[in-house]
Protein backbone atom coordinates (compact mmCIF):
# COMPACT_ATOMS: atom_id res chain seq x y z
CA UNK A 1 0.00 0.00 0.00
CA UNK A 2 1.40 3.50 -0.95
CA UNK A 3 1.50 5.88 1.73
CA UNK A 4 0.21 9.21 0.72
CA UNK A 5 -0.51 12.55 2.52
CA UNK A 6 -3.61 14.44 2.18
CA UNK A 7 -4.79 17.85 3.22
CA UNK A 8 -7.00 18.33 5.99
CA UNK A 9 -8.99 20.83 3.89
CA UNK A 10 -9.44 18.56 0.87
CA UNK A 11 -8.43 20.55 -1.95
CA UNK A 12 -5.38 19.21 -2.76
CA UNK A 13 -4.45 15.41 -4.49
CA UNK A 14 -2.83 13.45 -2.09
CA UNK A 15 1.07 13.39 -1.70
CA UNK A 16 3.63 10.80 -1.50
CA UNK A 17 5.97 11.01 1.58
CA UNK A 18 9.22 12.55 -0.30
CA UNK A 19 7.11 15.52 -1.90
CA UNK A 20 5.31 16.12 1.41
CA UNK A 21 8.75 17.04 3.25
CA UNK A 22 9.50 19.21 0.38
CA UNK A 23 6.21 21.09 -0.09
CA UNK A 24 5.87 21.78 3.69
CA UNK A 25 2.58 22.36 3.74
CA UNK A 26 -0.79 21.92 1.43
CA UNK A 27 -0.85 24.19 -1.65
CA UNK A 28 -4.99 25.10 -0.32
CA UNK A 29 -3.61 26.39 3.30
CA UNK A 30 -4.12 23.33 5.11
CA UNK A 31 -1.83 21.09 6.64
CA UNK A 32 -1.06 17.41 5.02
CA UNK A 33 -1.88 14.06 7.06
CA UNK A 34 -1.80 10.18 6.42
CA UNK A 35 -4.27 9.10 4.06
CA UNK A 36 -3.49 5.42 5.69
CA UNK A 37 -4.14 3.73 8.91
CA UNK A 38 -1.97 4.15 11.60
CA UNK A 39 0.29 0.83 12.15
CA UNK A 40 0.08 -0.60 15.70
CA UNK A 41 3.09 -1.32 17.30
CA UNK A 42 4.36 -4.40 19.33
CA UNK A 43 5.23 -2.91 22.38
CA UNK A 44 7.11 -5.65 23.63
CA UNK A 45 9.40 -5.94 20.79
CA UNK A 46 10.11 -2.17 21.34
CA UNK A 47 11.73 -2.62 24.75
CA UNK A 48 14.85 -3.61 23.93
CA UNK A 49 15.43 -1.14 21.25
CA UNK A 50 18.05 2.10 21.67
CA UNK A 51 17.14 5.38 20.76
CA UNK A 52 18.39 5.09 17.11
CA UNK A 53 16.38 1.62 16.30
CA UNK A 54 13.63 2.88 18.14
CA UNK A 55 13.25 5.87 15.76
CA UNK A 56 12.88 3.66 13.20
CA UNK A 57 10.37 1.41 13.66
CA UNK A 58 8.48 4.31 14.53
CA UNK A 59 9.36 6.23 11.53
CA UNK A 60 8.94 3.36 9.01
CA UNK A 61 5.61 2.91 9.54
CA UNK A 62 5.28 6.64 7.61
CA UNK A 63 7.62 5.79 4.59
CA UNK A 64 7.87 3.81 1.58
CA UNK A 65 8.82 0.35 2.27
CA UNK A 66 12.22 0.38 0.13
CA UNK A 67 12.71 3.80 2.25
CA UNK A 68 13.67 1.89 5.96
CA UNK A 69 17.30 1.36 5.44
CA UNK A 70 17.41 5.13 4.14
CA UNK A 71 15.28 6.09 7.22
CA UNK A 72 17.89 4.04 9.38
CA UNK A 73 20.98 6.06 8.08
CA UNK A 74 19.05 9.09 8.50
CA UNK A 75 18.41 8.56 12.28
CA UNK A 76 21.95 7.05 12.99
CA UNK A 77 22.73 10.99 11.82
CA UNK A 78 20.50 12.60 13.79
CA UNK A 79 21.31 10.59 16.88
CA UNK A 80 24.49 8.66 16.78
CA UNK A 81 27.03 11.22 16.35
CA UNK A 82 27.49 12.63 20.07
CA UNK A 83 25.25 15.38 19.70
CA UNK A 84 22.72 14.28 21.98
CA UNK A 85 23.56 13.33 25.81
CA UNK A 86 24.15 9.46 25.73
CA UNK A 87 20.82 7.28 25.26
CA UNK A 88 19.56 10.75 23.67
CA UNK A 89 16.59 11.02 25.94
CA UNK A 90 17.14 10.53 29.72
CA UNK A 91 13.69 9.75 31.92
CA UNK A 92 13.88 11.05 35.43
CA UNK A 93 11.97 10.27 39.02
CA UNK A 94 11.07 13.53 40.07
CA UNK A 95 8.43 13.89 43.09
CA UNK A 96 5.18 12.63 41.96
CA UNK A 97 5.76 12.54 38.09
CA UNK A 98 8.54 11.21 35.65
CA UNK A 99 10.24 13.69 33.55
CA UNK A 100 11.38 13.08 30.18
CA UNK A 101 14.22 14.92 29.50
CA UNK A 102 14.06 16.66 25.73
CA UNK A 103 16.23 18.62 25.85
CA UNK A 104 19.57 17.05 25.80
CA UNK A 105 20.41 18.15 22.40
CA UNK A 106 22.79 20.82 20.47
CA UNK A 107 20.10 23.48 21.83
CA UNK A 108 18.53 22.96 25.06
CA UNK A 109 15.71 22.50 23.37
CA UNK A 110 12.88 19.54 22.36
CA UNK A 111 13.38 20.99 18.79
CA UNK A 112 16.06 19.54 18.46
CA UNK A 113 15.00 15.79 18.52
CA UNK A 114 12.61 16.61 15.62
CA UNK A 115 15.43 19.18 13.80
CA UNK A 116 18.22 16.99 13.45
CA UNK A 117 16.16 14.70 11.60
CA UNK A 118 14.26 17.20 9.39
CA UNK A 119 17.41 18.15 7.10
CA UNK A 120 18.00 14.09 6.68
CA UNK A 121 14.49 14.08 5.42
CA UNK A 122 14.93 16.63 3.30
CA UNK A 123 18.29 15.62 1.19
CA UNK A 124 16.94 12.44 1.31
CA UNK A 125 13.30 13.69 -0.80
CA UNK A 126 15.29 15.95 -3.21
CA UNK A 127 17.70 13.06 -4.38
CA UNK A 128 14.84 10.64 -4.53
CA UNK A 129 12.63 13.70 -6.36
CA UNK A 130 15.50 14.07 -8.31
CA UNK A 131 14.85 18.10 -7.46
CA UNK A 132 17.67 19.79 -8.91
CA UNK A 133 16.73 23.25 -7.59
CA UNK A 134 17.44 25.39 -4.39
CA UNK A 135 15.26 24.68 -1.34
CA UNK A 136 14.62 27.88 0.37
CA UNK A 137 13.54 27.04 4.54
CA UNK A 138 11.36 29.37 5.79
CA UNK A 139 10.79 28.93 9.94
CA UNK A 140 8.94 31.28 12.09
CA UNK A 141 9.98 30.95 15.75
CA UNK A 142 8.56 31.65 19.67
CA UNK A 143 12.55 30.83 19.89
CA UNK A 144 13.18 27.36 20.29
CA UNK A 145 12.59 26.35 16.60
CA UNK A 146 14.68 28.86 15.08
CA UNK A 147 17.93 27.88 16.67
CA UNK A 148 17.35 23.98 16.18
CA UNK A 149 16.38 24.66 12.63
CA UNK A 150 19.26 26.86 12.02
CA UNK A 151 21.72 24.30 13.54
CA UNK A 152 19.87 21.64 11.67
CA UNK A 153 20.32 22.93 8.32
CA UNK A 154 23.58 24.99 8.46
CA UNK A 155 25.36 23.91 5.42
CA UNK A 156 23.40 21.36 4.43
CA UNK A 157 23.75 21.27 0.23
CA UNK A 158 20.86 22.52 -1.73
CA UNK A 159 19.37 24.43 0.78
CA UNK A 160 19.36 27.85 2.58
CA UNK A 161 16.92 28.77 5.41
CA UNK A 162 15.32 31.93 6.93
CA UNK A 163 14.81 32.22 10.20
CA UNK A 164 12.18 35.19 11.22
CA UNK A 165 11.75 36.05 15.38
CA UNK A 166 10.01 38.65 16.78
CA UNK A 167 12.40 40.98 18.36
CA UNK A 168 10.54 41.31 22.26
CA UNK A 169 9.28 37.89 22.27
CA UNK A 170 12.28 35.53 22.84
CA UNK A 171 14.29 35.23 25.96
CA UNK A 172 17.64 36.87 25.92
CA UNK A 173 19.38 33.22 25.56
CA UNK A 174 17.77 32.30 22.44
CA UNK A 175 17.85 35.05 20.52
CA UNK A 176 21.58 35.06 21.50
CA UNK A 177 21.86 31.60 20.19
CA UNK A 178 20.20 32.41 16.63
CA UNK A 179 22.36 35.95 16.01
CA UNK A 180 25.48 34.36 16.76
CA UNK A 181 24.28 31.06 14.35
CA UNK A 182 27.18 30.45 12.08
CA UNK A 183 26.75 29.09 8.37
CA UNK A 184 27.02 30.25 4.91
CA UNK A 185 23.14 29.51 3.99
CA UNK A 186 21.58 30.67 7.33
CA UNK A 187 20.15 34.37 8.10
CA UNK A 188 18.39 35.29 11.10
CA UNK A 189 15.56 38.07 10.99
CA UNK A 190 14.12 39.86 14.02
CA UNK A 191 10.03 41.05 13.24
CA UNK A 192 8.41 44.01 15.05
CA UNK A 193 5.53 41.79 16.38
CA UNK A 194 4.35 38.51 17.97
CA UNK A 195 5.24 34.67 16.59
CA UNK A 196 1.82 34.61 15.11
CA UNK A 197 2.29 37.58 12.66
CA UNK A 198 5.37 35.76 11.79
CA UNK A 199 3.70 32.28 11.09
CA UNK A 200 0.95 34.05 9.69
CA UNK A 201 3.57 35.46 6.96
CA UNK A 202 5.37 32.30 6.58
CA UNK A 203 2.01 30.37 5.71
CA UNK A 204 1.12 33.43 3.67
CA UNK A 205 4.57 32.71 1.40
CA UNK A 206 3.81 29.17 0.80
CA UNK A 207 0.30 30.29 -0.85
CA UNK A 208 1.20 33.18 -2.62
CA UNK A 209 0.98 33.01 -6.13
CA UNK A 210 3.60 36.03 -6.67
CA UNK A 211 6.11 34.15 -4.45
CA UNK A 212 5.57 31.07 -6.63
CA UNK A 213 6.21 32.80 -10.01
CA UNK A 214 9.19 34.25 -8.91
CA UNK A 215 10.34 30.86 -7.60
CA UNK A 216 10.25 29.06 -10.83
CA UNK A 217 11.98 32.48 -12.44
CA UNK A 218 14.71 31.65 -10.00
CA UNK A 219 15.06 27.86 -9.58
CA UNK A 220 13.92 27.71 -6.13
CA UNK A 221 11.51 26.47 -4.05
CA UNK A 222 9.91 27.03 -0.62
CA UNK A 223 9.51 24.56 2.36
CA UNK A 224 8.92 24.82 6.12
CA UNK A 225 11.11 23.87 9.17
CA UNK A 226 7.57 24.63 11.38
CA UNK A 227 5.84 22.04 13.21
CA UNK A 228 3.03 22.49 9.97
CA UNK A 229 5.67 20.07 7.63
CA UNK A 230 4.44 16.71 8.47
CA UNK A 231 8.55 15.89 8.54
CA UNK A 232 8.54 17.79 12.00
CA UNK A 233 5.43 15.88 13.73
CA UNK A 234 7.15 12.56 12.61
CA UNK A 235 10.08 11.84 14.60
CA UNK A 236 8.17 13.79 17.74
CA UNK A 237 6.24 10.30 18.19
CA UNK A 238 9.64 8.46 18.87
CA UNK A 239 10.10 9.83 22.52
CA UNK A 240 6.39 8.80 23.59
CA UNK A 241 7.40 5.02 22.90
CA UNK A 242 10.77 5.49 24.24
CA UNK A 243 9.74 7.00 27.57
CA UNK A 244 7.11 3.99 28.00
CA UNK A 245 10.01 1.67 27.62
CA UNK A 246 12.28 3.44 30.35
CA UNK A 247 9.34 3.17 32.65
CA UNK A 248 8.33 -0.68 31.83
CA UNK A 249 11.82 -1.85 31.60
CA UNK A 250 12.59 0.09 35.06
CA UNK A 251 9.95 -1.54 36.70
CA UNK A 252 7.87 1.40 37.72
CA UNK A 253 5.02 0.33 35.64
CA UNK A 254 4.33 -2.95 33.89
CA UNK A 255 3.95 -3.72 30.03
CA UNK A 256 0.13 -2.69 29.17
CA UNK A 257 -0.55 -0.04 32.19
CA UNK A 258 -1.89 3.00 31.25
CA UNK A 259 0.29 6.15 31.38
CA UNK A 260 -0.86 9.85 31.51
CA UNK A 261 1.23 12.49 29.41
CA UNK A 262 1.34 16.21 30.64
CA UNK A 263 2.83 18.60 27.38
CA UNK A 264 3.26 22.02 27.76
CA UNK A 265 1.92 22.80 24.64
CA UNK A 266 2.00 26.32 22.28
CA UNK A 267 1.64 25.34 18.59
CA UNK A 268 0.01 21.47 19.86
CA UNK A 269 2.70 19.44 17.47
CA UNK A 270 4.02 18.24 20.42
CA UNK A 271 1.15 17.09 22.03
CA UNK A 272 -0.26 15.55 19.16
CA UNK A 273 2.68 13.15 18.43
CA UNK A 274 1.88 11.63 21.41
CA UNK A 275 -1.79 11.34 20.20
CA UNK A 276 -0.40 9.46 17.27
CA UNK A 277 1.61 7.52 19.40
CA UNK A 278 -1.92 6.38 21.60
CA UNK A 279 -3.35 5.75 18.28
CA UNK A 280 -0.28 3.55 17.38
CA UNK A 281 -0.19 1.23 20.18
CA UNK A 282 0.73 3.30 23.50
CA UNK A 283 -1.31 2.82 26.35
CA UNK A 284 -2.23 6.58 26.86
CA UNK A 285 -5.27 7.37 29.49
CA UNK A 286 -4.86 11.29 29.42
CA UNK A 287 -3.21 14.01 27.81
CA UNK A 288 -3.00 16.94 29.75
CA UNK A 289 -2.70 20.09 27.72
CA UNK A 290 -0.58 22.80 29.47
CA UNK A 291 -0.89 26.22 28.73
CA UNK A 292 0.62 29.77 29.99
CA UNK A 293 -1.33 32.90 30.45
CA UNK A 294 -2.30 32.52 26.62
CA UNK A 295 -4.14 29.96 27.06
CA UNK A 296 -6.48 29.69 24.10
CA UNK A 297 -6.03 26.09 23.99
CA UNK A 298 -7.21 25.69 27.74
CA UNK A 299 -10.22 27.35 26.43
CA UNK A 300 -10.56 25.23 23.30
CA UNK A 301 -10.54 21.82 25.23
CA UNK A 302 -12.86 23.15 27.79
CA UNK A 303 -15.71 24.59 25.42
CA UNK A 304 -15.06 23.66 22.18
CA UNK A 305 -14.42 27.20 21.01
CA UNK A 306 -11.25 28.43 19.55
CA UNK A 307 -11.22 32.37 19.97
CA UNK A 308 -8.82 34.28 19.16
CA UNK A 309 -10.49 37.45 20.36
CA UNK A 310 -8.37 37.75 23.24
CA UNK A 311 -5.62 40.04 23.87
CA UNK A 312 -1.93 38.40 23.81
CA UNK A 313 0.67 38.44 26.47
CA UNK A 314 4.38 38.46 26.65
CA UNK A 315 5.09 36.18 29.46
CA UNK A 316 8.18 34.12 31.06
CA UNK A 317 7.01 31.10 29.07
CA UNK A 318 7.63 32.69 25.79
CA UNK A 319 7.59 29.80 23.74
CA UNK A 320 3.95 29.44 24.29
CA UNK A 321 3.02 33.32 23.59
CA UNK A 322 1.03 31.68 20.93
CA UNK A 323 -3.43 32.58 19.43
CA UNK A 324 -2.83 30.54 16.44
CA UNK A 325 -1.73 27.13 17.53
CA UNK A 326 -1.47 25.68 14.15
CA UNK A 327 -1.23 21.98 14.94
CA UNK A 328 -4.74 21.94 16.49
CA UNK A 329 -6.04 21.60 12.71
CA UNK A 330 -4.66 17.96 12.34
CA UNK A 331 -6.37 17.11 15.61
CA UNK A 332 -9.93 18.57 14.78
CA UNK A 333 -9.31 16.13 11.49
CA UNK A 334 -8.94 13.85 13.33
CA UNK A 335 -11.88 13.64 15.59
CA UNK A 336 -14.02 14.56 12.70
CA UNK A 337 -12.98 11.71 11.02
CA UNK A 338 -11.31 13.30 8.33
CA UNK A 339 -14.09 15.37 7.49
CA UNK A 340 -12.46 18.14 5.26
CA UNK A 341 -15.30 19.88 4.08
CA UNK A 342 -15.54 20.52 8.19
CA UNK A 343 -12.45 21.36 8.66
CA UNK A 344 -12.13 23.89 5.66
CA UNK A 345 -15.61 25.35 7.24
CA UNK A 346 -13.97 25.74 10.47
CA UNK A 347 -10.76 27.36 9.53
CA UNK A 348 -12.19 29.40 7.10
CA UNK A 349 -14.48 30.97 10.27
CA UNK A 350 -10.89 31.25 11.89
CA UNK A 351 -9.84 33.44 8.80
CA UNK A 352 -12.40 35.25 8.19
CA UNK A 353 -14.15 35.87 11.60
CA UNK A 354 -11.53 35.11 14.11
CA UNK A 355 -13.49 32.07 15.71
CA UNK A 356 -14.49 28.50 15.15
CA UNK A 357 -16.63 26.49 17.34
CA UNK A 358 -16.80 22.46 16.90
CA UNK A 359 -19.50 20.44 17.80
CA UNK A 360 -20.91 18.72 20.90
CA UNK A 361 -20.28 15.50 19.62
CA UNK A 362 -16.22 16.31 18.35
CA UNK A 363 -15.98 18.33 22.17
CA UNK A 364 -16.95 15.38 23.46
CA UNK A 365 -14.63 12.88 21.80
CA UNK A 366 -11.49 15.44 22.22
CA UNK A 367 -12.62 15.55 26.25
CA UNK A 368 -12.75 12.00 26.77
CA UNK A 369 -8.68 12.01 25.48
CA UNK A 370 -7.41 15.28 26.56
CA UNK A 371 -7.63 17.56 29.49
CA UNK A 372 -6.38 21.33 29.49
CA UNK A 373 -4.92 23.60 32.33
CA UNK A 374 -2.96 27.03 32.15
CA UNK A 375 -0.85 29.01 34.60
CA UNK A 376 0.11 32.58 35.22
CA UNK A 377 3.54 34.16 35.47
CA UNK A 378 3.77 34.04 39.20
CA UNK A 379 2.34 30.31 39.37
CA UNK A 380 5.44 29.69 36.91
CA UNK A 381 7.64 31.50 39.39
CA UNK A 382 6.25 29.59 42.36
CA UNK A 383 6.27 25.70 40.85
CA UNK A 384 9.69 26.14 39.83
CA UNK A 385 10.76 27.30 43.49
CA UNK A 386 8.44 24.62 44.95
CA UNK A 387 9.94 21.64 42.81
CA UNK A 388 13.42 22.55 43.22
CA UNK A 389 12.56 22.82 47.31
CA UNK A 390 10.71 19.33 47.39
CA UNK A 391 12.68 17.81 44.91
CA UNK A 392 15.94 19.73 44.19
CA UNK A 393 15.16 19.39 40.17
CA UNK A 394 15.27 22.24 38.55
CA UNK A 395 12.61 23.02 35.59
CA UNK A 396 12.53 25.33 32.91
CA UNK A 397 9.69 28.21 32.87
CA UNK A 398 7.77 25.57 30.21
CA UNK A 399 8.16 22.88 32.03
CA UNK A 400 6.91 24.37 35.21
CA UNK A 401 3.46 24.97 33.20
CA UNK A 402 2.89 22.00 33.05
CA UNK A 403 4.50 21.08 36.85
CA UNK A 404 1.80 23.53 37.95
CA UNK A 405 -1.37 22.02 35.77
CA UNK A 406 -0.92 18.43 36.49
CA UNK A 407 -0.30 19.48 40.35
CA UNK A 408 -4.03 20.98 39.50
CA UNK A 409 -5.33 18.22 37.70
CA UNK A 410 -4.31 15.30 40.44
CA UNK A 411 -5.75 17.41 43.14
CA UNK A 412 -9.17 18.16 40.87
CA UNK A 413 -9.52 14.53 39.87
CA UNK A 414 -7.42 12.46 42.30
CA UNK A 415 -6.24 10.58 39.09
CA UNK A 416 -3.46 7.93 40.46
CA UNK A 417 -2.39 6.99 36.70
CA UNK A 418 1.51 7.42 36.74
CA UNK A 419 2.21 10.69 35.00
CA UNK A 420 4.77 11.45 32.56
CA UNK A 421 6.33 15.46 31.91
CA UNK A 422 7.66 16.02 28.76
CA UNK A 423 10.60 18.73 30.03
CA UNK A 424 11.21 20.94 26.73
CA UNK A 425 13.97 23.46 27.35
CA UNK A 426 17.16 23.87 29.70
CA UNK A 427 16.29 25.68 32.72
CA UNK A 428 19.38 27.64 31.41
CA UNK A 429 17.63 28.98 28.29
CA UNK A 430 15.53 31.27 30.55
CA UNK A 431 17.96 31.91 33.52
CA UNK A 432 16.25 35.20 34.72
CA UNK A 433 12.90 33.76 35.24
CA UNK A 434 14.68 30.68 37.02
CA UNK A 435 16.69 32.88 39.38
CA UNK A 436 14.06 34.84 40.34
CA UNK A 437 12.12 31.59 40.94
CA UNK A 438 14.44 30.29 43.06
CA UNK A 439 16.28 33.66 44.82
CA UNK A 440 12.82 36.87 44.86
CA UNK A 441 15.62 38.79 42.83
CA UNK A 442 16.01 39.84 39.80
CA UNK A 443 19.73 39.96 37.39
CA UNK A 444 21.03 39.87 34.20
CA UNK A 445 21.00 36.85 31.57
CA UNK A 446 24.42 36.01 32.19
CA UNK A 447 24.86 36.68 35.92
CA UNK A 448 22.06 34.50 36.54
CA UNK A 449 23.18 31.45 34.30
CA UNK A 450 26.46 31.42 36.69
CA UNK A 451 24.14 31.90 39.82
CA UNK A 452 22.50 29.10 39.19
CA UNK A 453 24.74 27.13 38.19
CA UNK A 454 27.18 27.88 41.60
CA UNK A 455 23.27 27.46 43.43
CA UNK A 456 22.27 24.61 42.03
CA UNK A 457 25.32 22.14 40.71
CA UNK A 458 22.62 21.95 37.49
CA UNK A 459 25.35 21.58 34.79
CA UNK A 460 24.78 24.01 32.03
CA UNK A 461 24.37 22.56 28.83
CA UNK A 462 27.55 22.67 26.29
CA UNK A 463 25.61 24.27 23.74
CA UNK A 464 25.30 27.48 26.13
CA UNK A 465 28.53 28.09 27.01
CA UNK A 466 30.82 30.65 25.57
CA UNK A 467 27.43 32.29 24.48
CA UNK A 468 28.34 35.80 25.70
CA UNK A 469 31.39 35.80 23.73
CA UNK A 470 29.93 34.82 20.58
CA UNK A 471 30.17 37.20 17.71
CA UNK A 472 26.87 38.76 16.76
CA UNK A 473 26.27 38.03 13.19
CA UNK A 474 22.71 38.81 12.51
CA UNK A 475 21.11 41.93 13.09
CA UNK A 476 18.48 42.59 10.31
CA UNK A 477 15.12 43.45 11.57
CA UNK A 478 12.03 44.27 9.25
CA UNK A 479 8.43 45.60 10.06
CA UNK A 480 5.78 42.24 10.28
CA UNK A 481 4.33 43.66 6.81
CA UNK A 482 7.29 43.36 5.07
CA UNK A 483 8.33 39.72 5.60
CA UNK A 484 6.78 38.47 1.95
CA UNK A 485 8.33 41.31 0.56
CA UNK A 486 11.31 39.84 1.95
CA UNK A 487 11.71 36.30 1.25
CA UNK A 488 10.86 37.89 -2.41
CA UNK A 489 13.67 39.96 -2.58
CA UNK A 490 15.79 36.51 -1.14
CA UNK A 491 14.15 34.37 -3.93
CA UNK A 492 15.65 36.80 -6.74
CA UNK A 493 19.16 36.79 -5.31
CA UNK A 494 19.22 33.06 -6.88
Known amino acids: ?241 HSYSVLVNRGEIKLGDQVNFTVPSGNFGDCLAGWIAKNMGLPVNKFIVASNKNNILTDFFKTGVYDTHREFYKTNAPAMDILVSSNLERLVWFMVDGNSEKVDQFYKSLSDEGVYRVDEETLARIQKEFVAGCQSEEQVLENIKDCYDKTHYLLDTHTAVGYGVYNEYVKETGDKTPNVLLATASPYKFPESVYEALTEKKTDVFTAIDALNEMTDVEIPYPLKGLKERETLHEGVIAKDHILSFIGERIKEF
Open 1 to 241: MEKLYKSTRGHQKPLDFYTSILQGIADDGGLLVPDFPFEKKDLNALLSLNYVDLATEVIKAFVPEDAVEDIRKACQGAYDTGLFKEGVVPVEKVGNTFVTELFQGPTAAFKDLALSLLPRFMTLSLKKKGEEREVMILAATSGDTGKAALEGFKDVEGTCIKVFYPIDGVSAIQKRQMVTTTGKNVEVIGIEGNFDDAQTAVKKAFASKELKDLCDQHHVFLSSANSINIGRLIPQIVYYF
